[in-house]
């Protein structure tokens, strides 16, 4: 288990690697210079030259890209160039709304969507089936954009049931939890779909197992052969394909998080990247890379953990 | 048709000691498929009696009802497309086809229990072992978890696994395949079954563990008295374990014997085709001689005999008619205008 998880963590080197030469190359496509972002329109082009040369943004590219790569390792990020905070403390303050987002558009889109799938699959072919998969296309269908201002215009604008802008403080206030509210329904509904879908699919195949058939002729009841012989055969693809969905959820949450103006890392990146505030751009979109390491190491754990015949490599 | 059931009931031949009174009485059992391609009768009357202690071997070839017959009376057919077309299952008296689906559950895994042909994929492979044998037992006997443990060691070691104590802990990925078969059996026999069904228990095995096996449910059958309805496709295999036999075609028991009657003296031209098969050691033939002609499709079956169109002895009586199941002599019957046939084995 331990060295799995370790050969794991060796693999992500070069992806992260990859990374970050992918975001500092990115960021030298967009157009804008930007010495003349940090001097000002009006300075004159002395100011913009020496300010380039402390920039370091008049070296190769790809002496550029190895300090900056010395400065990520040592957990500099530089300083914003709008409000000349240094990132690392702004990506700090930005990174605990972004896991409160995501744990609070998690923790009721996948059980319900794993719910979904399991009753659908029960039901294959059946009224409920076919309601669950019109719900999931329904859901992979809409763009986020599209739900989030559904959701802002009537919900929170129209009948003012639930504040739509901005986060009020943690999760466990109450306040916290109304503002909170909107933005993971958002982000949750685009995510049930996926994940109802595919644990449909996971749940029909375990249904036709011969192992199944096995539990049935224990006399097991039909809610436990389901729950748990079915479901918890299904959760191992489900687990691996919820992994494979990471970059769909942290691409939705930037989307959220700049509709409902949260003030998280996706924010944070969008807002940087509109101003050309390139250090604080691509601390942001580190921080992203990151996390979606993160979440996949996650679910090999869990993966590891659900199939007794990966543990024992 | 539906004649054939009552014939065993008649009264033994005089030279024979009573029969007990049958564990299991399929009447005239008739499970269809509602398909695509219209309806399947994929098990067509089809009766036989299983006594205390005995076994009874169902044999024919792949696709004619033999898996569809066990789950029947296991309750496990899937409905859709499954339907109970008719006929009854008599176990203990009573009716499991009457049954509803909580009835259905208490009795599967306690007084009837069944093991299959797969035995690489009929274990959970995210539960060890042990575990599975203690969900069966605990679903039907009130037992603590320690006690469950215990016995799920007990059936371990009955099935002869070596050092059943570290077993117990095994997950099935780290066992063989004749392994993880003797734990479908412990599996099985665990709420001590008055009945056990075993579907082709050996087929996916190879020979040594095959024999290994079979030697192993005789002598848990002697020691348990538990019942045992062996289905294969193996004359060989029924030559050894079986105390009757069934020979089932396209649905239909075609010839009913007890195993001596049906090696001596075969009646039906379908089971002389199966006996022919057989390889045999000293013939140095390197296919086996099989039945020309294949089963006809479940939706398209033969106005007449099912077995017409490959029966050498078919005549237009046999295109046009249907046999009956006809009795040829103490437990012994055949679904044959021809029986009984003498001289045609050649
Ligand atoms: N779920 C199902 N839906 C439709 N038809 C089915 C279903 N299950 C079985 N059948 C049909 O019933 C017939 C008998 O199948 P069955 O599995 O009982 O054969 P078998 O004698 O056990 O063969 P084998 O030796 O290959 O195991 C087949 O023609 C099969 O197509
Ligand atoms: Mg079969």
């Not at chain 1, 949450?253 to 390139?278: K, Q």
């Not at chain 2, 050691?281 to 033969?302: C, F, H, K, Y």
């Amino acid at each position: 288990m331990a060295s799995h998880i370790l050969s794991r963590l060796a693999l992500s080197i070069p992806v992260l690697f990859g990374v970050l030469l992918l975001g500092f190359g990115l960021l030298k496509l967009v157009p804008g210079d930007p010495a003349m972002v940090v001097a000002g329109p009006m300075a004159p082009p002395e100011v913009v030259a020496r300010i380039r040369t402390e920039m370091g943004l008049d070296k190769p590219v790809a002496v550029q890209f190895g300090l900056y790569l010395v400065r990520v390792l040592q957990g500099d990020l530089g300083y914003s160039m709008i409000s000349n905070t240094r990132v690392a403390s702004e990506l700090a303050d930005a990174i605990g709304p972004t896991l409160e987002l995501m744990l609070a558009c998690l923790v009721w889109s996948i059980p319900l969507g794993i719910g979904l799938g399991t009753i659908a699959a029960a039901h294959r072919g059946r009224a409920l089936d076919r309601i669950v998969i019109a719900i999931s296309v329904l859901g992979v269908s809409t763009p986020i954009f599209f739900i989030g201002l559904l959701l802002m215009q009537w919900i929170g604008y129209r009948w003012e049931l639930l504040p739509f802008l901005g986060r009020a403080g943690p999760l466990w206030t109450l306040e916290g939890l109304r503002h909170i509210a909107l933005p993971a329904l958002s982000l949750g509904l685009v995510f049930i779909g996926p994940v109802a879908r595919m644990t449909r699919t996971a749940a029909l195949e375990v249904f036709n197992a011969d192992h199944v058939r096995t539990a049935r002729a224990k006399g097991l009841k039909e809610r436990t052969v389901i729950l748990r012989h079915v479901l918890r055969n299904a959760l191992i693809p489900v687990v691996t394909l919820i992994g494979l969905q990471a970059g769909y959820l942290l691409g939705g949450a930037v989307v959220t998080e700049t509709i409902y103006s949260w003030p998280g890392v996706g924010r944070l990146a969008v807002g940087a990247i509109l101003a050309n505030d390139m250090p604080l751009a691509q601390g942001a979109i580190l921080v992203l890379a990151v996390s979606f390491i993160l979440i996949n190491l996650v679910v090999d754990m869990l993966y590891a953990g659900l199939d007794p015949r990966v543990q024992r490599r | 048709m539906t004649s054939d059931g009552v014939l065993t009931l008649d009264g033994p031949a005089p030279d024979v000691a009573p029969e007990p009174a049958p564990l299991l009485s399929v009447r005239d059992l008739r499970t269809h498929f509602r398909t695509e391609r219209g309806l399947y009768r994929a098990v067509d009357g089809v009766s036989f009696d299983v006594r205390p202690g005995r076994t009874l071997g169902i044999v024919g070839e792949s696709g004619c009802g033999k898996s569809v017959t066990s789950l029947s009376i296991m309750g496990l057919v899937p409905e859709p497309p499954g339907i109970r077309a008719g006929g009854e299952i008599l176990f203990e008296g009573e009716d499991l086809l009457k049954k509803s689906r909580a009835e259905m559950e208490a009795i599967r895994g306690d007084r009837i229990a069944m093991i299959f042909q797969e035995p690489m994929t009929s274990l959970n492979p995210v539960y060890r072992v042990g575990d599975q044998i203690v969900e069966g037992l605990r679903r039907h006997r009130a037992l603590g978890a320690g006690a469950a443990r215990e016995r799920a060691v007990e059936m371990l070691r009955l099935v002869r696994i070596p050092s059943p104590e570290t077993r117990v802990d095994a997950y099935p990925h780290e066992m063989s395949g004749g392994m993880r078969q003797r734990v479908m059996i412990a599996m099985a026999l665990a709420c001590d079954p008055r009945l056990l069904i075993a579907d082709e228990p050996t087929t996916a095995l190879d020979v040594t563990i095959q024999a290994q096996i079979l030697d192993l449910m005789g002598d848990l059958q002697r020691r348990l008295g538990t019942a045992i309805v062996l289905i294969t496709h193996d004359l060989g295999v029924i030559a050894e374990t079986a105390d009757e036999v069934v020979v089932m075609y396209a649905g239909q028991v075609v010839e009913r014997a007890d195993v001596r009657t049906l090696f001596a003296d075969a009646q039906h031209p379908y089971t002389l085709g199966l006996l022919a098969s057989i390889p045999r050691l000293d013939e140095s033939r390197s296919r086996l001689q099989t039945i020309e002609g294949a089963v006809p499709a479940p939706n398209a079956m033969p106005k007449g005999c099912r077995f017409s169109p490959r029966c050498p002895l078919a005549d237009s009586r046999c295109l046009r008619e249907e046999p009956p199941l006809r009795d040829l002599g103490p437990g012994h019957q055949a679904r044959c205008w021809y029986a009984p046939i003498e001289e045609i084995r050649a």
